[in-house]
């Protein structure tokens, strides 16, 4: 019998969820990753919903199937509105839906901004762990909003002993509202506001950008300690100068050169993509060796895939099901 019904999942669910689950998200994260370098996936390219009265506001669709063990199809709508913050409300949101692999109909709908927060975060310290040379003695933050708040509690659950955090935002108060939030986080860890971008930049061997820059901003990596390890989530913070001379790894090299990433801009400078190392999936794989530091940054731009929402999801409805939550639509289809 065909089952008509639908299942919706909301926000208090999901975080009920994936609360206090970094390494298993991570874990999903980093199967995900494989799943996709193996082939086992298909992930048509995002696309991007503007609008002509706004350069900064979107709305992203990415559909995705995920193969292998997963066996998940699926498609996330995330709006990215910057004008919510002064507002009070969060700059993304976001729904998922998941559809039966052999028949195609929709079976879940869940809050999906929690998810892509999660999984964002996930992936960037998952890249930490395989890129670092050693553990950082401080992480850098530049751009103080929910995405780094997250990737901050992942980068506590992969380096837990740091000792020195340093963040930077144009906005002061978002720094010091920052620091409130990752402190339950780091425990025995100093937190201290930079008074400069390159504060954060000349002391930190590990710097996690998420920012809502549309153009590049930052010239060169000069600065930065020997062998550092940027995590270039918010992907348009560098210029093609601070690219080129470092080792780039990203999540998927179409999906990352395209939308005016610093990826593409540099691409379309040098007419090639011959500066970007490896995927994390084929390092993760062994397909491709670590780059040969040589003193010199390494830069993971992850585009997003969404074959990570998928993973994550799948660890929501898991969790979901045990614990019999979520609402249930009944015939919801016809």
């Given at each position: ?5 639908l ?17 298993d998200i991570m ?53 990215s ?5 002064p ?18 109909r ?17 992936s ?110 918010s992907l ?94 009944s015939?919801?289809?016809?």
């Amino acid at each position: 019998m065909i089952d008509n019904d639908l299942l919706v999942i909301g926000a208090p669910d999901v975080e009920a969820a994936l609360s206090g689950r970094e390494h298993d998200i991570m874990d999903a994260v980093q199967k995900a990753y494989e799943t996709h370098s193996r082939g086992a996936s298909s992930l048509p390219h995002s696309s991007f919903l503007r609008f002509p009265d706004s350069d900064k506001d979107r709305i992203i669709c990415l559909p995705a199937y995920l193969g292998d063990d997963y066996q998940l199809a699926g498609v996330k709508w995330i709006a990215s509105v910057p004008g919510n913050v002064p507002k009070g409300i969060e700059r993304a949101s976001a729904v998922m839906i998941l559809n039966d692999r052999e028949t195609g109909r929709p079976t879940t709908v869940l809050e999906g901004s929690i998810v892509s927060k999660q999984r964002t975060a996930a992936s960037a310290a998952l890249a930490s762990k395989v890129l670092a040379p050693e553990a950082p003695d401080t992480i850098g933050f530049v751009g103080c909003g929910p995405i780094n708040v997250a990737v901050a509690n992942f980068l506590q659950a992969a380096w837990p002993n740091t000792k020195k955090l340093l963040a930077f935002d144009l906005d002061p108060a978002r720094a010091q509202a920052f620091g409130e939030s990752i402190g339950p986080y780091f425990d025995n860890a100093e937190f201290t506001i930079a008074a400069s971008l390159d504060e954060v930049m000349a002391n930190s061997p590990m710097v996690a950008f998420a920012t809502t820059a549309i153009n590049p901003y930052i010239d060169n990596l000069d600065s930065s300690p020997e062998n550092a390890t940027i995590l270039h989530v918010s992907l348009r913070d560098l210029k093609p100068g601070a690219i080129l001379p470092n080792h780039n790894i990203v999540d998927d090299l179409d999906h990352v050169c395209r939308a005016g990433t610093s990826i593409f801009l540099t691409a379309e400078e040098t007419g090639n993509r011959d500066f970007v190392h490896s995927s994390l999936g084929d390092i993760l794989l062994g397909n491709k060796p670590l780059p040969e530091r040589n003193g010199r940054p390494v830069v993971f731009s992850p585009f997003g895939l969404g074959v990570l929402d998928l993973a994550v999801a799948d660890l929501v409805q898991e969790s979901v099901a045990e614990r019999k939550a979520g609402t249930n639509v009944s015939s919801f289809l016809p």
